[in-house]
């Protein structure tokens, strides 16, 4: 049985008296090549984002602003990272189903992607994805 290990990266924080920069460069701090980057904001209370799976791409999500919990289940065991500092990140490993959830008001997620998007990466039901992780063994 896997173990869930939990990936956290601690990006550059680059302080200056007039704003903080973070940088996060594919190849480097991140540890696959960015292939798309897209940002999720204005979840209303209650709702959930993710609740699926990917077969091929792997993620790197940063809390931008505000926080919001991520868990993580590989089918046999679930963990759950809070993630509010932008400069650190959560790394997302394939076949690793994710949810999002108790975004506070105002948060903004990014996720930087390993490859563009392909519908036929997606698991969005969790059943089939405990089947297709079975029969990865």
Same mark, same amino acid.
């Given at each position: 049985?896997?173990?869930?290990?939990?990936?956290?990266?601690?990006?550059?924080?680059?302080?200056?008296?007039?704003?903080?920069?973070?940088?996060?460069?594919?190849?480097?701090?991140?540890?696959?090549?960015?292939?798309?980057?897209?940002?999720?904001?204005?979840?209303?209370?209650?709702?959930?984002?993710?609740?699926?799976?990917?077969?091929?791409? !792997?993620? /790197?999500?940063?809390?931008? $602003? #505000?926080?919001?919990?991520?868990? =993580?289940?590989?089918? @046999?065991?679930?963990?759950?990272?809070?993630?509010?500092?932008?400069?650190?990140?959560?790394?997302?490993?394939?076949?690793?189903? !994710?949810? /999002?959830?108790?975004?506070? $008001? #105002?948060?903004?997620?990014?996720? =930087?992607?390993?490859? @563009?998007?392909?519908?036929?990466?997606?698991?969005?039901?969790?059943?089939?994805?405990?089947?297709?992780?079975?029969?990865?063994?």
């Amino acid at each position: 049985m896997p173990t869930l290990d939990i990936k956290l990266i601690d990006l550059p924080k680059i302080t200056d008296p007039r704003g903080n920069l973070t940088v996060a460069e594919g190849g480097g701090e991140v540890p696959f090549d960015i292939k798309r980057a897209y940002w999720v904001y204005d979840v209303p209370g209650g709702e959930s984002r993710g609740g699926h799976a990917h077969k091929r791409l !792997r993620q /790197l999500v940063i809390a931008l $602003s #505000g926080s919001f919990t991520v868990t =993580l289940d590989n089918g @046999h065991e679930r963990k759950t990272v809070l993630l509010n500092h932008p400069w650190q990140g959560l790394v997302i490993e394939t076949n690793t189903w !994710r949810t /999002l959830d108790d975004f506070s $008001s #105002g948060a903004v997620c990014l996720v =930087l992607a390993s490859e @563009h998007f392909d519908e036929d990466d997606y698991i969005y039901d969790y059943d089939e994805f405990l089947k297709y992780i079975a029969c990865l063994k």
